[in-house]
T-cell receptor, first 116, second 114 residues
Framework: DVKVTQSSRYLVKRTGEKVFLECVQD?????MFWYRQDPGLGLRLIYF???????EKGDIPEGYSVSREKKERFSLILESASTNQTSMYLC???????????????FGNGTRLTVT | AQSVSQHNHHVILSEAASLELGCNYS??????LFWYVQYPGQHLQLLLK??????LVKGIKGFEAEFIKSKFSFNLRKPSVQWSDTAEYFC????????????FGTGTRLKVLA
């Protein structure tokens, strides 16, 4: 069974701090994603990566960056945290289309970040 | 722009009632379609998926969904809900042509009264 692990379940940070959210998957998936989940807005894609050192912006990349140095790890970085980045952050992974069992996204448990 | 619409934001039902949650998407090409469920305090889980073939797909826990291409819809149904179905449900679309992106709807919160 695919396991996607996010390092923290809850995180409280101060405005202006640099924040790292870590995500690790154990299924050798090429694709990894960071979403944020807000009430009434659903899931919005921040960044995704389809290979090591490759990344693409999603729909709301402003204020965020990512790092994918190893295939299993995908980090989300808030360069200078702001209160409007208070949210639930979800990491997900998937194999490339047409590979494996056509499994779609596998999600981690989420990190609830509060910026004060 | 590609988008997914879930018209019901909150639904309250009594146990044994029938459920239908609407999902419409805007994309002219071929898509893969999904419904995910998030039970309270848990991570998002796949409920069912459609890639091709029979447009009526069955998922876990008695859920099913029907893909109607002409209506760009993928509505979720269950003939008789249970209290344990209380959760948030998300419809998602993955265009098949050259993108890894999954586009999610805004979600529907279902509350089933015992």
């Amino acid at each position: 069974d695919v396991k996607v692990t996010q390092s923290s379940r809850y995180l409280v940070k101060r405005t202006g701090e640099k924040v790292f959210l870590e995500c690790v998957q154990d299924m050798d998936h090429e694709n990894m994603f960071w979403y944020r989940q807000d009430p009434g807005l659903g899931l919005r894609l921040i960044y995704f990566s389809y290979d090591v050192k490759m990344k693409e912006k999603g729909d709301i990349p402003e204020g965020y960056s990512v790092s994918r140095e190893k295939k299993e790890r995908f980090s989300l970085i808030l360069e200078s945290a702001s209160t409007n980045q208070t949210s639930m952050y979800l990491c997900a992974s998937s194999p490339p289309p047409g590979q494996g069992d056509n499994s779609p996204l596998h999600f981690g448990n989420g990190t609830r970040l509060t910026v004060t | 722009a590609q988008s997914v619409s879930q018209h019901n934001h909150h639904v309250i039902l009594s146990e044994a009632a029938s459920l239908e949650l609407g999902c419409n998407y805007s994309y002219g090409g071929t898509v893969n379609l999904f419904w995910y469920v998030q039970y309270p305090g848990q991570h998002l889980q796949l409920l069912l998926k459609y890639f091709s073939g029979d447009p009526l797909v069955k998922g876990i826990k008695g859920f099913e969904a029907e893909f109607i291409k002409s209506k760009f819809s993928f509505n979720l149904r269950k003939p008789s809900v249970q209290w344990s179905d209380t959760a948030e449900y998300f419809c998602a679309v993955n265009p098949t042509s050259g993108t890894y992106k999954y586009i999610f709807g805004t979600g529907t919160r279902l509350k089933v009264l015992a």
